[in-house]
């Protein structure tokens, strides 16, 4: 030993202060220091201190180096044999002034030179003295150490129990684990004897001394649970510091890291060894020890922290930090150090499956009663947070794998399962599908014994194999429970299967669809899983039958109101449960009568009062009645089948007085209609009234103080859901905290409920639309109060999240936000309240508020698929709108201030889609956004923004179009043309149905008002024109242009243009618009468009060689429009065609005159080109003219005697009615055709057209011959407007030829001289021309002359000829219907009158008559032309105009013609078919006070022609009867007796010998 081994001893005397004085290592030496002691005794005499023996040498000696060295080696072996190992260690000084012992080295503090001299110091003298004792020096030395480590702990003067160490203490330890490592690395520690020197007072060790142990690798944590030989002990002990570990880690301390360290290590350990897959056969004991202990300590932490969470703990308390810390272990990140994932995944099934196994008390009794208190908002936090955890690192197929083998095997804790089940679906993007019912074709199912009794039932369900080789998916578990319940009657499967489901639907819309729903997908048909066998129907209603007993009534409400489907041969297995059903209900006093019309069947809560839910009802009935306007069926359905709460409950709710409003409100207009429908007893009604006429005299403040306690009940929900959305606001912005997002939600979602007081699932929409009136949007103060409080924390929540990230890195909040708001009852309030926001506060909106309801709109069309129809009233079409649809209706452009919210909003929403959905889910975002509002954002880029109209430069792809609108001030403007610049938007532009065409851009543009537009009228035009002649019109068909053709593009505008008139009818903002053409309001400068690009197609070059001309391009949309329409002779058909009529008379009035009369060539002798006009004139104008005469625009538009305007005519586009004056713009823009001017549209009439051929005369008379036969109509017009015709048609024809008026406008000219000179005193001319025409113009002048009587006029025929009479007897008919179609046609003479007058001279004269009763389209000549001039409708009702004469007949006369039986009998049959079909009540209605009041009723005029028929037949001749079988067949089903009439006269004729009188004689 060197020199500075052995430093100079120093002598100290013994005494009561030197014992005082004593360190702690002598006063608890082990065995070996007690044999040393001994050994000292044994010498005999008084042992002396080396201060005494050395005190005589006074002098120090000199020494050379070998004498120090001889001095050294004599000093260790006197200190080897004499001296005492405890005292060396007590009295060996370091360097001078300082002692060197075992109790300074572990408080020692400096450097470590000293630490490592006294260590090697101290070693040896172990070594030396475990020789001496005969023990190893190893287990000698972890005696002493271990006698340290227990002294150490027991220092500290806080009494147990504890388990960390204070400051000192860890200091204290630091020096003693250093010497102990130094032991260790010279060999001379053994850590199984250190070990069980510990558990020997394994009372007195603190946990963290023994974790430090392990974290300075002197004894590992398994090594010393694997020394004791005692396994519940040990668990026991490790349990219980576990635990106050827990506790101390959440208290508030400086060493809570410690403590956090200290709990993960131990974990790591106990996992690792407790669930690996390959024991280590290394160990000093059996691997499958050191397995269990791990296994019992981690089940007896979290049976404890169960147990402390079923006690109710409270929140701060010391156990609930306890076990909040220990549920805390199970995040991912504390099994980062462990290299393989299998055994923290095996310990968190095992956990799984302990929690779902945990004291199985309940019954399934007790699970279908208590289910609804177990939802996932009622679980505790620390438990669903638990569940979290352990669903983070299985995926959904093994959750449910694993639940159902648990389930099959094990008895359970039904409260944990159906908790873990709500965690489940709330918490896992895909498990919507968990309850999904698949409805597959089921086999025969087999015998099986049925279930004996819930109550009795133990909580396990064994023995239920649903598939071999792998678990089923959470997309078919619950289907593949009701396979496997009716394939082998398995009632545990049958249980299983409904508690899910349930349990499912009690987590809203944001999880799963209702009860309600489910139940009829699973057994609501015949492919349900029911339906294959009587078997099967037995099991099932047995299965309903003994679940009674516990049912809430909602499922039995549910059963009742939407059984399974069950064959009518089995019904009575059906009839049978809803009776025990309702008996059941009848205990509860809930009665399936007293439900409310409308009420949620879905919910699982308690039965609403019948008193709240009539309110409901009837604000539900108002709300269906202003959308349709009649009585709701549900409340006439309620008035016959379920009268007891239609007349107790819902009558009284609906009749509460109140003060009535002047003009009757959808209350009142409903009241009324269910009053005259005698749906309301008279003396409730008399009472109602009596209330309302009294409730005014109350004094306002009285209702005022009502109005303000309603709503004070619900404050405190408010306050609670205020709450919870302040704090979805602190996980939305903390990437650490959206693990808790989706249970924040569920939060809110209860809060929710409470506050709407919604029912507990509330998301069946049971195929029902939103009602939604665009025009005046209705919703509740509290509900508007909601609302606003959901939206505003959206928007602030969304503006929030994304100054910490962008969209698609922000989570899934805002979907599950808004699934949370797509609720039966608070959908309507939702699309309500942002129907007020956008369509009528629009411009108030900031910015954030724009953004915000933009991505919720992205949102809503993410769900659309789960949301209903939504049917919106006035302004818009009442029609079913998907939601995401609904804001091309909020979103008009017509003004500046509409169109900049629309822009913004569009630019929001699109940037919002293209930032939240990555490339490769662009066919999600291609769907949440609704193609009107992509085609509105480039329709109003375009218009607003002229560089983009030119070829895009592209934008860097780094740059977010997201990011402008996250700055505090939003740039609309640079956010627009950020995004105008995207790929990514031009890759979505290129989807079919996404891309702005020119039937899209003109429908957008009509809408605009000029007089409050953002552009100028020079900026208009200028951008028209640019969009129609450079962006359209040279653009491929297949992008939505025209190809360069401009025909093609005036028919698009012609069409779009007669869409959007006739579609602004319901957007008129007035409520006393004309019908016709009053409520279209829009951009006039589209007509004018029109008008320019007709004129440039009229002076366009003429068709090559002789190649036949084809027809306008104007008839042929006017063609296939006419064509889609229904045919019919109903009001609204009728109506419909005239409206889409007079819309084509409107836009031919408003271009030239050519496209009624074309051009012949100036080398050409052909009349002008009127096929197409004629047509539509005998196909369509025909049927709405007036007593056979067009109106006067459209007849002078064809001879045009009035010069032609170019502007469009006012009516077509405003309320003005005429045409208006062509208004032109003081300047062009430039562009392709840079002045289209009006005056180049040419005045070319009939006359104009003619004077353009080589000769103007025979052109003008081929023309109107033509019309003779082609379209007479229009000349029997000319003959009634004559007299302003024929000026103008002189002046005209005069400025194009010096030559008289065409020989056929001449003969015009003399039929109507004619006919003036019959009512005149002198002598009538002879009839010139046609007998047809000059009838016509004879009747016109009658009309015109309104005489009491003609019979003189008619005298001045005589000798005009029989067919003159004919035809104005034809007219006169034509007049005599018109007068019941429209009365203020008759004139001071009454067309009865007139056509008695003329059948009287024809029967004088011996004039057959009949014939004009018997005319078709088949008739040559006469018969065709005036078929021609006669309305189609009123040619229907000759049989009316015919028995309506049948006073006026001369019997005698007319049974002597052979046509008379025929024709009566086929105009009797008529009457009756148009009484059957309705028709002759609407000519009675609208001939009110007209010529047939005196002729009675419908009914009194078929009487009168049945009558006279019968007495009529008898006396005809028998050529009669000569087709009397067409006849027979006619009268088979109308009228029995008529046809019995015709039979016997037929059999008398025939063999007239049988009704002989008999020769008796």
Known sequence: MGARACPRPMGRKRGPESERRRPWLVRDMSASQALGAASDLGQGGCRRAWVELLAGRVKRQKLGPEGEQKVRESAVRLL????????????????????LCLSRLIDYDGPGAHIDLSSSLIGSALRDQAAQLGVPAAVLCSQVVASGLVRVCEADAVP?????????????????????????????????????????????????????????????LQELLESHADSQAVVAWLSRDLRLLCEQTEAPCKHADVARAMLADFVQMLVSRGFQKNADVRGTVD???????????????????????????????????????????????????????????????????????????????????????WSFARTPPLLSGLYRRLFVILSPEELVGHLQEVLETQEVNWQHVLSCVSTLVICLPDAQQLVNVRIEALPAYPAGALWTALCCRPARVPAARLRVGRHPGPEDWVSRLLTHAFESCDLDSMVLAFLVARQAALEGPAAFPSYAAWFQAAFGSARGFHGSSKKALVFLFKFLSDLVPFEAPRYLQVHILHPPLVPSKYRTLLTDYVALARTRLADLKVSVENMGLYEDLSSAGDVTEPRCQAAQDVEKAI???????????????????????????????????????????SRAALIESLRRADKIPPSLYSTYRQACSTVGEKKPEDAASQREVEPSCKEEPLGLLTTALRELRASVTDPTQRDALLAQMAVISEQLRSALGLGEDDSDFEGAPVQLSVRAPKLQPWEQRVVDLLLTSFCQNLMAASSVAPPDRQGPWAAHFVRTLCRRRLLPALLSRLCQLLHHQ????????????????????????????????????????????????????????????????????????????SPQSRDISYSCLSPGLIKKFQFMVFRWFSEARDPPSWEDPASSPWRPLCLPSVDWQRAALCLWKQRTLRELLKQEGLHLTYRDWLQLELEIQPEVDSLSDTERQDFHQWAIHQHFLPAPSATGGCDGDLEVACATLVDVLMDFCQSSRSYDHSENSDLVLGGCTGNRDIFSRLQEMAADLEQGPAPLGHAAPRGHFLFGVFCRRLQALARGWDVASRLQRQQELLMCKRILLGLPPSVLVGSPRLEQLAAPDCDDFFHLVNSELRNFSHDGALTHDITAHFFRVISFPSAPPASLLTQTPGLGPCVRGSSRGPGPRANPACGRVSPQGLLNACSRSRDPSLAADLTLTACQTQCPLLLTSALLWWPHLEPELHRRWRRCSQSPLPAELRRLQEARHFARSVLSPLAAPPTPGPAWLCAAALHFVIRRAGKESIRWELGQLDGQGEELLVFLFFFSLM????????????????????????????????????????????????????????????????????????????????LQ????????????????????AGETGAVWTLAHGGDLQAQGDPVSLITNARLFLLQSIPRCPKRSFSDVAELLGASADCDPEVRAALLSRQQAVLDPDLYQAPRLF
Request: a neutral charge; charged letters at 15%.
């Open 623 to 665: 709300m269906v009645f202003e959308h349709t306007g009649k009585i709701p069926a549900a409340v006439l359905e309620a008035s016959i089948f379920r009268r007891s709460y239609y007349l107790s409950h819902f009558l009284p709710a609906l009749l509460t007085p109140r003060v009535l409003p002047r003009v009757p409100d």
């Open 160 to 220: 147990p129990p504890k388990v960390l160490l204070t400051p000192d203490q860890r200091k204290k330890l630091s020096s003693l684990f250093e010497i102990a490592q130094n032991l260790l690395a010279q060999s001379m520690f053994s850590r199984l004897s250190f070990c069980q020197e510990l558990w020997k007072v394994q009372n007195s060790l603190l946990l963290e001394a023994v974790w430090r142990l392990h974290v300075q690798s002197i004894v590992s």
């Open 842 to 917: 629009g411009p108030s909106l900031s910015a954030s508020h724009v953004v915000g309801l933009a991505a919720l709109a992205v949102h809503l069309g993410e769900s659309r698929s789960a949301l209903p129809e939504v049917h919106v009233g006035p302004p818009t079409p009442a029609r079913g709108l998907p939601v995401p649809e609904l804001f091309d209706i909020l979103l008009p452009c017509r003004t500046q201030e509409s169109s900049a919210l629309c822009l913004k909003f569009c630019t929001a929403a699109i940037s919002y889609s293209l930032c939240k959905f």
């Open 1375 to 1454: 007049g005599l219907l018109s007068s019941h179609l429209t009365p203020q046609a008759a004139g001071s003479l009454k067309p009865l009158d007139v056509c008695a007058e003329v059948l009287g001279c024809l029967q004088r004269k011996r004039v057959s008559w009949l014939p004009l009763f018997q005319l078709t389209e088949t008739d040559a000549g006469l018969g065709r032309t005036l078929l021609r001039l006669a309305p189609d409708h009123q040619v229907r009702l000759l049989p009316l105009a015919f028995y309506s004469l049948l006073s006026y007949f001369d019997e005698d006369a007319l």
């Open 1457 to 1476: 013609e052979d046509a008379f039986l025929h024709v009566a009998v086929n105009m009797y049959l008529k009457l009756v078919g148009l009484f059957v």
């Open 287 to 373: 691997p499958e020890w050191m397995s269990q202990v791990a296994v019992a300590v981690l089940e007896r932490m979290l049976a404890s922290a169960l147990e402390a969470l079923a006690a109710g703990i409270q929140e701060g308390s010391a156990a609930h930090k306890a076990v909040s810390c220990w549920f805390g272990v199970f995040s991912g990140h504390m099994y980062g150090s462990i290299i393989s994932t299998e055994s923290p995944k095996r310990f968190f099934c095992h956990t799984l499956t302990q929690i779902l196994t945990h004291k199985p008390v309940l019954k399934v009794s007790d699970a279908v009663q208590m289910q609804r208190e």
């Open 80 to 99: 080897r044999s004499h001296l005492n190992l405890g005292d060396l260690v007590l009295e060996v000084e370091g360097p001078p002034g300082k002692q």
